[in-house]
């Protein structure tokens, strides 16, 4: 499963050693065993083995050509190679050719060598170029561009945590929310069905699936090689979607956060799980909330909080719909109501959090809770700022609940 990542990291080779066993949840004293009994080997692989260096050298730019019976056959023999290769997502590409590629540039002012980050996990060099040829086989417009490269320069802020999100083992996933302006102008889906399947949702799909090709063929997230989730989801094929400006009664998620009405953004959301929050009956703030404070206290999510060191805490994200945010708002509630009210009822007992072989493995910021009685209830989050909140989707009362570890981060969608 390991195999390769060296190589993504542009490396030749690399002294490898590996335990028997996942040291994960192994009693210490197995932990001890299975490490020294590698020691020997970790020892020759650091002092006898050559020093590798890293090779970043740039490969002559090269054609390749793809023929068959007809295009449809040609296209075929490309899609099939290209999958072999790593550089699809599974589904059909569209040929990324130099006349669809320049097509794509037409979508922005900036210069198609021009370096916008250097991307993890891999530590890629994004051009403007390397976007838009992933964009060509995700089946974007030149104007869905601008999109995408603001989302790669947000997920490349330190803050968003990109490194333990494409390479992590679990099922985290970069979730675009587009705000302002350029919502209605491209088209970009923020009702029924918005996180797709569909012609609704077209321009979501394609954005987001431009993303996943950008981490993967940029930031070399390939998986089983840098991606170690050992599921996967869906998600990760294209999670996008604009907010339901006209819907929100507290004003839109981007003016929230410091632009200004008339900006169009994209705010990148980091999703480890996507959860449905329904709730048809309910008719106060109160009785809504309850039903996504019931979501939020599934032992999971605290137990992870609970382990985390400072700086990996816990920032959920409440999805609701056009139907509880009327009912919220309503009743009078603001953001920051909604967000005190999920702290002091999201809550679990302590002895549902503790580890039963690391009883003492805890975040500092946590150690003060040892000595409590298992009975004491211990918050989801740490402070009720780290709730995020938007409002998405159609009428129904059908919301979600989005949890993860990192900061979302937001940038101006230019040209």
């Given at each position: 499963?390991?195999?390769?990542?060296?190589?993504?990291?542009?490396?030749?080779?690399?002294p490898?050693?590996?335990?028997?066993?996942?040291?994960t949840?192994l009693?210490?004293?197995?932990?001890?065993?299975?490490?020294?009994?590698?020691?020997?080997?970790?020892f020759?692989g650091?002092t006898?083995?050559p020093v590798?260096?890293?090779?970043?050298?740039?490969?002559?730019?090269e054609?390749?050509?793809?023929?068959?019976?007809?295009?449809?056959d040609?296209?075929?023999?490309?899609?099939?190679?290209?999958?072999?290769?790593?550089w699809?997502?599974?589904?059909?590409i569209?040929p990324?050719?130099p006349?669809?590629?320049?097509?794509?540039?037409?979508g922005?002012?900036?210069a198609?060598?021009?370096?916008?980050?250097?991307?993890?996990?891999?530590?890629?060099?994004?051009?403007v170029?390397?976007?838009?040829?992933?964009?060509?086989m995700?089946?974007?417009?030149?104007?869905?561009?601008?999109v995408?490269?603001?989302?790669v320069e947000?997920?490349?802020?330190?803050?968003?945590?990109?490194?333990?999100?494409?390479?992590?083992t679990?099922?985290h996933?970069?979730?675009?929310?587009i705000n302002?302006?350029?919502?209605?102008r491209l088209?970009?889906?923020?009702?029924c069905?918005?996180?797709?399947?569909?012609?609704p949702?077209?321009?979501?799909?394609?954005?987001?699936?431009?993303?996943?090709?950008?981490m993967?063929?940029?930031?070399?997230?390939?998986?089983c090689?840098?991606?170690?989730?050992?599921?996967?989801?869906?998600?990760?094929?294209?999670?996008?979607?604009?907010?339901?400006?006209?819907?929100?009664?507290?004003?839109?998620?981007?003016?929230?956060?410091g632009?200004?009405p008339?900006?169009s953004?994209?705010?990148v959301?980091?999703?480890?799980?996507?959860?449905?929050?329904?709730?048809?009956?309910?008719?106060?703030p109160?009785q809504v909330?309850t039903?996504?404070?019931?979501?939020?206290?599934?032992?999971?999510t605290p137990?992870?909080?609970?382990?985390?060191?400072e700086?990996?805490e816990?920032?959920?994200?409440l999805v609701?719909?056009?139907d509880?945010a009327?009912?919220?708002a309503?009743?009078?509630?603001t953001k920051n109501?909604?967000?005190r009210?999920?702290?002091?009822?999201?809550?679990?007992?302590l002895?549902?959090?503790?580890?039963?072989t690391?009883?003492g493995a805890?975040?500092?910021?946590?150690?003060w809770?040892l000595?409590?009685?298992?009975d004491?209830?211990?918050p989801?989050?740490?402070?009720?700022?780290?709730?995020h909140?938007?409002?998405?989707g159609?009428?129904?009362?059908?919301?979600?609940?989005i949890w993860?570890?990192?900061?979302?981060?937001?940038?101006v969608?230019?040209?």
């Amino acid at each position: 499963m390991w195999e390769g990542r060296h190589r993504a990291l542009g490396l030749d080779a690399l002294p490898k050693v590996s335990p028997a066993l996942a040291v994960t949840e192994l009693p210490p004293e197995r932990v001890r065993e299975e490490i020294l009994a590698l020691a020997e080997d970790i020892f020759k692989g650091l002092t006898e083995q050559p020093v590798i260096t890293a090779r970043r050298s740039v490969a002559p730019e090269e054609s390749i050509r793809y023929e068959g019976r007809d295009f449809f056959d040609a296209q075929r023999n490309l899609n099939r190679d290209f999958l072999d290769r790593g550089w699809g997502d599974g589904f059909p590409i569209v040929p990324p050719t130099p006349e669809a590629v320049a097509e794509m540039l037409g979508g922005t002012s900036r210069a198609r060598d021009e370096v916008t980050v250097l991307m993890d996990p891999g530590r890629g060099i994004a051009t403007v170029e390397k976007i838009a040829i992933n964009c060509v086989m995700a089946g974007c417009l030149p104007e869905h561009l601008p999109v995408v490269m603001a989302a790669v320069e947000a997920m490349a802020e330190p803050e968003f945590a990109l490194t333990g999100i494409a390479s992590s083992t679990g099922p985290h996933t970069p979730f675009l929310v587009i705000n302002g302006p350029i919502r209605h102008r491209l088209g970009i889906n923020s009702g029924c069905c918005a996180l797709g399947p569909g012609a609704p949702s077209r321009a979501n799909t394609v954005v987001g699936r431009a993303v996943r090709l950008v981490m993967m063929n940029v930031g070399h997230a390939y998986p089983c090689i840098m991606d170690m989730d050992t599921i996967g989801t869906p998600n990760k094929y294209s999670m996008v979607a604009a907010e339901n400006e006209e819907a929100n009664p507290w004003g839109p998620l981007h003016v929230e956060r410091g632009f200004r009405p008339e900006d169009s953004t994209v705010t990148v959301f980091p999703c480890g799980s996507l959860v449905d929050v329904p709730d048809l009956v309910s008719v106060t703030p109160e009785q809504v909330l309850t039903t996504f404070s019931h979501i939020a206290n599934a032992p999971l999510t605290p137990s992870w909080t609970w382990l985390r060191p400072e700086g990996l805490e816990e920032e959920p994200l409440l999805v609701i719909c056009p139907d509880h945010a009327r009912i919220i708002a309503d009743g009078g509630w603001t953001k920051n109501d909604i967000r005190r009210f999920m702290f002091h009822n999201s809550r679990v007992p302590l002895g549902v959090l503790k580890n039963p072989t690391r009883p003492g493995a805890v975040a500092p910021g946590w150690k003060w809770l040892l000595d409590r009685p298992d009975d004491t209830m211990v918050p989801v989050v740490r402070d009720p700022s780290a709730y995020h909140i938007m409002v998405l989707g159609a009428d129904a009362g059908k919301s979600a609940y989005i949890w993860d570890w990192a900061e979302p981060v937001t940038k101006v969608i230019s040209t």
